[in-house]
């Protein structure tokens, strides 16, 4: 019986309920589509930072991030090394030296990490693709090392030239090797060509001439960074360090985690001020049908009745606007992230910050879920809100109807 | 004509409410979002730059670019005049080796007046850093195995190539946020720097806790103004791109505004269908309606106005005072590195003006459709 007399009173003012959808459809569009463009925006920031940077997955033993010294090697490696490539999800991975040293030329020094490849033809974090002068790292060359753009800049050197890297040895002793620049490498992850500079594994092993100088890292790549397998190789392996790219890049990490959670703040922001429009126009609405209200109570019809009409009015509205809403978000996202949102023509410089002007939108069906969900919570807090206000007795009119 | 349209403000009080309610609501939610926003980047911007670089820093051209004891600038070349020579302090920066005396490790060593870097503001615990005296980064004392109260030698390079070496107790140590400069970083006071480098009384430039609107404009032709977005890249990166995702949030939410404010205003036009058609079957003409409504629309609006701005204003300086917190691992994150978890709400009066005048102008656009709909009224239908 309320259920006819809610979808009548829907028909019978077409463009009152038709202004409602769309507001409601309006709000899940817009949610679901800005986020989409921050994720589009901010995610390939976040994979350069991964791919050429940090890895998904980094190993260590437990001392290694504090010291960054070579004595805090990961022992037993291989079998280490191992067992991590059977675990189920792990990708590619690779063995690596890390240290810290000073990159120095005959006027001036630098302090900087070094990263020791023991395969060249692992390249798990694919700095090879980002050679922009010169080669890779070669097992045919003596003392080869390839050093950032940045830090060739500063220590004006170039391909070819000769530097003298300091660093410590697994004993503490201070050691210094001559090696020869091989290539450049330029990388979209701000920062990087200053703090590393790649060499062989091999040849910090025989500067130090005086046994093995262990490898202290493994580093692993896997389909977006999954905090189960942080923990179970974490639970394999309970004296080393196992941490994902945000612990690793730290700063940036949180600094990305806190601009996220803005993110979300802000579109709440906005889902709420739709909420309030749409309470706004909704209680104008019922102005115009407070005669109506008035008369239904006085045929008989209690408070509670009534606000059970209004709000099965709100579902309907709302059941009809969610799947809408959602094929529109769909669309656009999918649409806008093939064909990509140009903001070339915005002229926001993109280019000088390093970054392209063409944005991917995208969006975890997750996110659709909760940001959806969030525009339907807040549209029935509206209505509810409508339906309460309206059926006070405060609201009606003495008389039915005016004569 | 301005009569009138008073009168019929106040002819139907309630509707005269809604309209008002979801003007001033609107610029209130445009308000608030800009601040939350400009907060939160301000307030990481000052976390991020408190550590090392500083906001802001005077030095001889591209001495950014290319650092080193060569490059410094004497002292004195900073001129009183200069507007903010109150609250630059200077810093002398290299790297040498730090010693145990059973091992060295490179460090950054920063000479600074422990009185006025925002170095050591940023830290409440205020650092004891006595002439003569070290301060090593949590990381590098751990690695050096070194407790306050040890003694270390610095071991390197000081000016004009001489030989720099010097022996210093250790008087506290600190957490730094950053990972490489948590390895890093020893800090001396300023005067023990310039002796131990033998750079005379010489400075690589000058820190500042800000960069507003900082300019190079009284400063002597060698020296030079740069802030955090050249300082710190990836930061600038992450701001940037967030800004851009904040102004699509923005243009989004002027849609959703508009869309609030079109519904109110259609049907606030409709309800007022008879009255338009009586007025024009009086022989009242539809440019005296226009300009009536005209009217109507101006006053509302400026109600509107001083509310949102007051309660959006109100609101802002709460949150400053009282600001968001971060929830999770995000919080957990951020406090651990000695960053802020919290977005204090920007106070900027602009903010206020700038958005209110954005929601005005969309209100006003849109008062453009009561117009088209009495230019279209037919006068005769009405009874």
Same mark, same amino acid.
């Given at each position: ?6 979808? #009548? ?7 009152? @309920? ?14 679901? @589509? ?6 589009? +925006?901010?995610?390939? #920031? ?28 990961? *022992? ?164 080393? @360090? ?12 949180? @600094? ?12 709440? $922001?906005?889902? +709420? ?53 959602? +094929? ?19 002229? $926001? ?6 970054? *392209?002007?063409?944005?991917? *939108? ?42 | ?20 309610? &979801?003007?001033?609501? &609107? ?78 490790? =490179? ?6 007046? =422990? ?19 070290? !301060? ?24 004009? &190539? ?34 131990? %480098? ?41 701001? %940037? ?20 404010? %079109? ?40 109600? &509107? ?15 400053? /005072? ?6 999770? /691992? ?11 978890? !919290? ?24 008062? !453009? ?15």
């Amino acid at each position: 019986m309320i259920l006819a007399l809610a979808w #009548r009173n829907l028909w019978r003012n077409k463009f009152r @309920t038709l202004i409602t959808i769309m507001g409601i459809i309006i709000g899940i569009w817009a949610a679901n @589509t800005a986020m989409s463009i921050s994720y589009g +925006l901010n995610e390939p #920031r976040i994979e350069n930072a991964i791919q050429f940077g940090t890895g998904d997955i980094q190993v260590h033993s437990n001392n290694f991030r504090q010291s960054f010294s070579l004595k805090d090697s990961i *022992p037993e490696i291989q079998s280490v090394f191992s067992e991590i490539r059977t675990m189920e999800g792990v990708g590619n991975l690779e063995v690596r030296t890390r240290s810290i040293g000073l990159i120095s030329t005959l006027t001036n020094g630098v302090g900087t990490e070094l990263v020791g490849i023991q395969d060249m033809n692992a390249n798990v974090l694919e700095i090879p693709k980002l050679i922009t002068d010169g080669e890779w790292l070669s097992e045919k060359d003596k003392n080869p090392i390839i050093l950032g753009q940045s830090l060739a800049e500063r220590l004006k050197v170039k391909v070819g030239t000769k530097v003298v890297v300091h660093f410590q040895g697994p004993d503490e002793q201070l050691i210094a090797g001559a090696f020869k620049i091989k290539g450049i490498y330029t990388s979209p992850f701000p920062g990087q060509e200053i703090s590393q500079v790649f060499l062989l594994s091999r040849d910090l092993e025989s500067i130090h001439s005086n046994g093995s100088i262990g490898r202290q890292e493994i580093i692993i790549r896997n389909e977006g960074t999954d905090q189960n397998l942080i923990q179970n190789i974490q639970n394999a392996f309970p004296n080393l @360090t196992v941490t994902g790219w945000k612990e690793a890049a730290p700063e940036m990490g949180y @600094t990305a985690m806190a601009l996220e959670q803005g993110m979300f703040g802000f579109i709440i $922001l906005m889902v +709420l001020a739709l909420g309030f429009g749409l309470a706004n126009s909704g209680l104008m609405a019922l102005l115009e049908r407070k005669n109506e209200l008035s008369m239904l109570r006085n045929m008989g019809m209690d408070r509670i009745q009534r606000m059970r009409m209004i709000l099965t009015e709100q579902m309907l509205i709302i059941l009809f606007a969610l799947p809408v809403g959602l +094929l529109l978000s769909w669309l656009t996202i999918s649409i806008l992230g093939i064909t990509g949102l140009d903001f070339t023509a915005a002229a $926001l410089g993109f280019k000088a910050f390093g970054m *392209p002007s063409y944005v991917y *939108p995208r969006l975890a069906p997750r996110v659709y879920g909760i940001l959806s969900i969030f525009v339907i919570l807040i549209s029935l807090a509206s209505s509810l809100f409508i339906g309460f206000w309206t059926t006070r007795k405060a609201f009606m009119p003495q008389k039915g109807i005016h004569g | 004509m301005l009569q009138i349209a008073w009168r019929n403000i106040w002819r139907n009080p309630s509707r005269t409410l809604f309209a008002i309610l &979801a003007l001033s609501g &609107a610029i209130t939610f445009a308000i608030l979002l800009r601040a939350t926003q400009k907060g939160q980047h301000d307030s990481l911007v000052k976390g991020l730059t408190s550590g090392f670089t500083g906001a802001a820093r005077i030095q001889k051209k591209g001495y950014w670019e290319e650092p080193g004891l060569e490059h410094s600038i004497s002292e004195t070349i900073l001129p009183p005049s200069y507007h903010y020579f109150k609250k630059a302090s200077p810093r002398l920066e290299s790297y040498a080796l730090v010693n145990n005396g059973e091992q060295s490790i =490179p460090g950054l060593i920063i000479g600074l007046k =422990p009185d006025s870097d925002p170095l050591v503001e940023a830290y409440a615990k205020k650092l004891k850093i006595p002439p003569g005296g070290l !301060v090593l980064a949590e990381g590098l004392s751990s690695a050096l195995n070194a407790n306050i109260g040890d003694t270390l030698i610095i071991l390197g390079q000081g000016y004009h &190539a001489t030989q720099a070496a010097g022996k210093y107790p250790v008087t506290d140590i600190l957490k730094v946020s950053a990972p490489i400069l948590n390895r890093q970083l020893v800090l001396l006071d300023l005067g023990s720097a310039q002796e131990l %480098f033998a750079t005379g009384k010489m400075v690589s430039g000058w820190i500042l806790s800000e960069d507003d609107h900082l300019e190079a404009s009284g400063l002597p032709e060698e020296l030079e103004v740069i802030n955090w977005r050249t300082m710190i890249p990836w930061l600038e990166q992450a701001l %940037f791109a967030d800004s851009i995702a904040s102004l699509v949030v923005q243009v989004m939410l002027y849609l959703v505004i508009a869309f609030g404010l %079109f519904g109110t205003i259609m049907m606030m036009t409709a309800e007022r269908k008879r009255e338009f058609q009586t007025m024009l079957s009086f022989g009242c003409m539809r440019k005296k309606i226009i300009s009536m409504i005209c009217m109507e629309t101006l006053i509302i609006s400026l109600i &509107a106005l001083a509310i949102g701005i007051l309660v959006g204003g109100a609101i802002s300086l709460y949150g400053h /005072e009282h600001p968001l917190k971060y929830i999770g /691992e995000t919080a957990r994150g951020l406090e651990n590195m000695g960053l802020p978890s !919290v977005i204090p709400l920007a106070t900027d009066p602009w903010i206020w003006i700038r958005q209110s005048f954005a929601v005005l102008l969309i209100s006003l656009g849109l008062s !453009v459709y009561p117009i088209w709909y009495v230019l279209r009224l037919k006068p005769i239908e009405s009874r």
